[in-house]
C-alpha cells in the first residue's frame, strides 16, 4: 500500500494549508489512519490519527487549529491546518495500518514539508 502526500508548503504565521493524502488501497481497509510530523532535530510525533473506534486523536499542541477528515467517496484523508505557527514547521507524514492474517501492516507516506515563518 502506498499513500500520496500532498498540500505542503510555505505560509505566514496566522495562516491555513490543507494537507491531502491518497491511498492505494481503499480507506475502508484500514484501522488507524491519520497524520505524523517530524521537525528538525525532533522525535515523530502524532497529529491527528483517526482510530478503528470511530474517534480522533489529536496531538496537544494542535487541538483546535487542526481539523483531520476523511472522504469515502474520493477515498481520500485531509488535515485542515488553520491559525498555523512557526512551531509547526515539520515534515507532514500521513499515516495508515491495516491488520491482516500475517499481522499488524504500518504505511507512511513520504511526507510533505509545511514551513510556517514568523
Known amino acids: 500500500v502506498q499513500l500520496q502526500a500532498s498540500g505542503g508548503g510555505s505560509v505566514q504565521s496566522g495562516g491555513s494549508l490543507r494537507l491531502s493524502c491518497a491511498p492505494s488501497?481503499?480507506?475502508?481497509?484500514?484501522?488507524?489512519m491519520g497524520w505524523y510530523r517530524q521537525a528538525p532535530g525532533k522525535q515523530r510525533e502524532l497529529v491527528a490519527v483517526?482510530?478503528?473506534?470511530?474517534?480522533?486523536k489529536y496531538g496537544d499542541s494542535v487541538k483546535g487549529r487542526f481539523t483531520f477528515s476523511r472522504d469515502m467517496v474520493k477515498n481520500t484523508m485531509s488535515l485542515q491546518m488553520n491559525s498555523l505557527k512557526p512551531e509547526d514547521t515539520a515534515v507532514y507524514y500521513c499515516?495508515?495500518?491495516?491488520?491482516?492474517?500475517?499481522?499488524?501492516?504500518?504505511?507512511w507516506g513520504r511526507g510533505t514539508l509545511v514551513t510556517v515563518s514568523s
Open positions: 499515516y495508515a495500518d491495516q491488520l491482516l492474517y500475517d499481522g499488524e501492516h504500518n504505511y
Open positions: 488501497a481503499s480507506i475502508y481497509n484500514f484501522n488507524d
Open positions: 483517526f482510530t478503528d473506534g470511530g474517534s480522533i
